[in-house]
T-cell receptor, first 108, second 113 residues
């Protein structure tokens, strides 16, 4: 069993739809990261959260530490949101474990 | 603030050849990471440096991969000789310390033919 599991692996949505990507982890953490990777390989950090909820524009991330689960939501999705979204969990001092990613395609 | 720089951006080589990648982290960042990301998978940590010392290289295939950060700033990752399965994006990241946000470079896409 992977230490960090994401679902779904692939997601296709129509423009405007509400999107949810889930991340479950089995290692103890103090914070969790959501990353965005566009075609070409560049990775951008979206959120780092340790409790509750964070919002940035149309993106919302929530985390439940007790249940070891986090979700990334995108409201009013747009084709430019098409990317791979990766959940990353600090594993021990200075190390991280990454999920395999969720490939999101938003069609106009 | 300048981000993490990597070069080259793309490299195509034949199997059994050697290749080297370069990374310049954000100024002042003590921790530097090299990741391998195979298509369809999340990044896998190859090696982590704290200044010029190795913290973790447990997943580095040491028979063919090597990395150094001699002066605690720039780092070089080398593959010698390359195999077909080494085709991947090699990402460099840096952080100031601890488990704060890691900042990723644009990656080097390697294709081994």
């Amino acid at each position: 069993k992977n230490e960090v599991e994401q679902s779904p692996q692939n997601l296709t949505a129509q423009e405007g739809e509400f999107i949810t990507i889930n991340c479950s982890y089995s290692v103890g953490i103090s914070a969790l990261h959501w990353l965005q990777q566009h075609p070409g390989g560049g990775i951008v950090s979206l959120f780092m959260l340790s409790s509750g909820k964070k919002k940035h524009g149309r993106l919302i991330a929530t985390i439940n530490i007790q249940e070891k689960h986090s979700s990334l939501h995108i409201t009013a999705s747009h084709p430019r949101d098409s990317a791979v979204y990766i959940c990353a969990v600090p594993y021990n001092n200075n190390d991280m474990r990454f999920g395999a990613g969720t490939r999101l395609t938003v069609k106009p | 603030e300048a981000g993490v720089a990597q070069s080259p951006r793309y490299k195509i080589i034949e199997k059994r050849q050697s290749v080297a990648f370069w990374c310049n982290p954000i100024s002042g960042h003590a921790t530097l990471y090299w990741y391998q990301q195979i298509l369809g998978q999340g990044p896998k940590l190859l090696i982590q440096f704290q200044n010029n010392g190795v913290v973790d290289d447990s997943q580095l295939p040491k028979d063919r991969f090597s990395a150094e950060r001699l002066k605690g700033v720039d780092s070089t990752l080398k593959i010698q000789p390359a195999k077909l399965e080494d085709s991947a994006v090699y990402l460099c990241a840096s952080s100031f310390s601890g488990i704060e946000t890691q900042y990723f470079g644009p990656g080097t896409r390697l294709l081994v033919l």
